[in-house]
């Protein structure tokens, strides 16, 4: 069969968000990362793509996934890494995130890996940089690596080589208001054809998503039967200004993935969560690692998608635009 993007050539030089990008821009990112899987398994994890380039780690946010996936993804590349942290830099000492970043490129610095608790940060920063900015979470907006690893974890299990997902359905279940991951999700899935259900109560789930193409309910019993995936988020407690459910208890009352409401699910409903998890909370213990469980999956996958955000982005065949996610 032919492919509408066969001659399709990679036109960006940064990763800021999975909103601008087109379809055809997300198959090019993920049939890379299905390429560079296979790295991962050899006894030599490596593959000269970036040698000799240098990607910074540039973290103002807590991380443990991601921040080690991008450490290894750019090792495996065969890039140096610098890790920077706000705590322990001048950014404790008052230095704002653009003089921080010129200086830390003044270095010589191939790719900015940016997490910052503002939402729009790495845009900011790909205003005032040379290199490429790959937004590795900003506030409450974009995570564009997690969404494209949690697309990947789907397609691959649903054995859609294609990257094609019409006729897939996807539930995300909790704090969506406060979620980066959902944002990303629902632009990347919607792209790519699948149906997005979110799920959480009123206070969590802001009315804006209707027009982002999501149905919306509050009722995870109702939505469990018909979907494919259930994307389980974590209740980001430290984003809260108010209390937003009546009690923890209540809210895994109602919204929390247990072994009894997985009865009602399809029996080969895939289970996903971004980490770290609540245990009891969002999900249960036997749910997390139970067999539908595909959580380490993602995380195995977060590779993968990573060392093709970097290669695309930095590498030899880089895009050479810019603005926006260009
Ligand atoms: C997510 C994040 O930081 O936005 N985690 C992650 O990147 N693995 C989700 C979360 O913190 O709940």
Sequence with gaps: MSRPDDDYRWPHKHLLGLEDLTPADLR?????????EDVSTRSVKKVPALRGKVVVNLF???STRTRASFHLAASRLSADVLEFSAKGSSVAKGETLRDTARNIE??????????HQQSGAPHQLARSVQCSVINAGDGQHEHPTQGLLDIYTVARRLGRDDFDLTGIT???????????VARSNVHGLRKL???VVLVGPTTLLPRGFADMGCELSHDLDEVLPRVDVVNMLRVQFERLQSQAFPSVREYSRFFGLTVKRMEKAKREVIVMHPGPINRGIEVESAVADGPNSAVLAQVANG???RMAALY??????????TGGNA
């Design 170 to 180: 996807v539930a995300i279940v909790g704090d969506i208001a406060h979620s980066r």
């Design 193 to 195: 054809g699948a149906g």
């Design 303 to 305: 590779l993968a998608v």
């Design 60 to 62: 103002f946010e807590d």
């Design 312 to 321: 695309l982005t930095t590498g030899v065949n880089a895009g050479v635009n």
């Design 28 to 36: 090019h990112i993920l049939r890379t990362a299905r390429g560079l």
């Design 106 to 115: 003044a270095m010589g610095i191939d790719a900015i890996v940016v997490r």
